[in-house]
C-alpha cells in the first residue's frame, strides 16, 4: 500500500460533466491505499481463502426485477462486445450483452478465463464482492474525495492524474480508448481490453492505474449534486436495499429502485468521443448489484499513523 498525507483540495470539476459540479473544498485525513487495483491472483486468494461466490455467479431474484421474463433470469454478468455498427451513441445496449457465465474467472464469457491475466485488474465484481474482500483482508474502500485526492497525486487542479495533457509527447500513460467508440480500437497504448496493474508510470503518490484500465467502486452513494456530503446528507426513507433512496432511482427502469454507488477513474473503454472520463474529477453511477468487464477495485486502510499496514 502507499501512505497518502491527507489534505485539503478542490474536488470535482466545474468544466465537464455536470454531474462532477459544482467543484468544492474537501479536507481528508491521511490514509493508506493499494498501490494497484485489486488483482485476479488476489481475488483468487480471497475466494481460495473464504469460499466467496460472486454476484454474477448467482441468479438474480426475481422479485428484484419486476417485468423480467423467466428466461431473462440467469446467472452472469455485463460484457463489452464491439459492435460492427451503431446507431448513435445513446443506447449502451448496443455494445454491452449480459452474458450467461461471465464472471471474474471468465471476463468475456464462459469460455474465457484469467490464467495468463493474474496481474490484471478483477473485473465482475459488484459492490458487495469489493466490500467483502477489503473486510477479508482488514481494509475498506475508499469514499469519493479520498480517491480522488490520491488520483490527484498530489497535483492542484490539474485535468490528469499527471497534469493538463492526456498524453504528453505522444506518450500513452493510461489504458483507455483510441480511435471511434465502439467500432475501432486502434490499440495504440498496447491494450485493446485490461492491462497488467503495473504497464503504466504511477502518479505522483506513487499509486498505478487511478485513471483508466478499470472503474473503481468507492463507498459512497451517488447523488448527481456533486455538493459536499450530499450522498451522506440525503434526509429521506431508507429503501430494503439499505441505500438512500435517491441514489436508487434510475429514470430508464423507474419500477427497479436498486442504489448506486460512487465509479471512479474511467476504464479502457473511456474515448475522446465517448465518456470522456479518464480524469481525477470524472464519476459515474453504478447499481450496486451490477458487475461488468470493465468494472474493479481497490481497498484503503484508515489511519494517522505514519505505518504501513
Not at 473486510?135 to 490528469?160: I, M, N, Q, V, Y
Not at 434510475?250 to 479502457?268: E, N, T, W, Y
Not at 473503454?269 to 468487464?293: G, I, K, M, Q, W
Request: net charge neutral; hydrophobic share 35%; charged share 20%.
Amino acid at each position: 500500500m502507499v501512505h497518502i498525507p491527507g489534505g485539503t483540495f478542490r474536488m470535482g470539476s466545474d468544466h465537464h460533466y455536470p454531474e462532477e459540479a459544482p467543484s468544492h473544498h474537501v479536507s481528508v485525513d491521511p490514509f493508506w491505499i493499494d498501490r494497484t487495483p485489486v488483482t485476479n491472483r488476489q481475488f483468487k486468494e480471497f475466494v481460495k481463502a473464504t469460499n466467496h461466490v460472486t454476484t454474477a455467479q448467482v441468479p438474480p431474484d426475481p422479485k428484484d426485477y419486476p417485468g423480467a421474463l423467466p428466461h431473462m433470469i440467469y446467472a452472469g454478468s455485463l460484457v463489452f462486445v464491439p459492435p460492427h455498427q451503431v446507431a448513435g451513441l445513446r443506447d449502451w445496449s448496443q455494445w454491452w450483452t449480459f452474458m450467461k457465465g461471465a464472471d471474474w474467472r471468465h471476463p468475456y464469457g464462459p469460455k474465457s478465463s484469467i490464467n495468463v491475466s493474474d496481474n490484471h485488474p478483477v473485473v465482475h465484481v459488484s459492490f458487495a464482492d469489493a466490500l467483502a474482500y477489503a473486510k477479508w483482508a482488514g481494509k475498506d474502500l475508499p469514499t469519493e474525495a479520498e480517491w480522488e485526492f490520491a488520483a490527484r497525486g498530489g497535483l492542484k487542479d490539474k485535468e490528469f492524474a499527471w497534469g493538463d495533457v492526456l498524453t504528453p509527447g505522444g506518450k500513452h500513460l493510461a489504458n483507455i480508448w483510441q480511435g471511434n467508440f465502439p467500432i475501432e480500437n486502434l490499440g495504440a497504448d498496447g491494450y485493446e481490453r485490461t492491462s497488467p496493474v503495473m504497464a503504466f508510470p504511477p502518479n505522483g503518490y506513487g499509486v498505478h492505474d487511478m485513471i483508466g484500465n478499470v472503474w473503481e467502486w468507492t463507498s459512497d452513494w451517488w447523488s448527481t449534486k456533486h455538493e459536499a456530503d450530499a450522498p451522506k446528507a440525503c434526509c429521506v426513507p431508507q429503501n430494503p436495499r439499505g441505500g438512500p433512496e435517491s441514489a436508487s432511482l434510475d429514470p430508464c427502469q423507474p419500477a427497479i429502485r436498486i442504489p448506486r454507488k460512487v465509479l471512479k477513474g474511467g476504464s479502457h473503454l473511456c474515448a475522446p468521443n465517448y465518456c470522456r472520463r479518464y480524469r481525477p474529477a470524472a464519476r459515474h453511477a453504478e447499481a450496486v448489484d451490477t458487475s461488468t468487464s470493465h468494472v474493479g477495485f481497490r481497498c484503503v486502510v484508515r489511519s494517522t499513523v505514519a505505518a504501513k499496514p
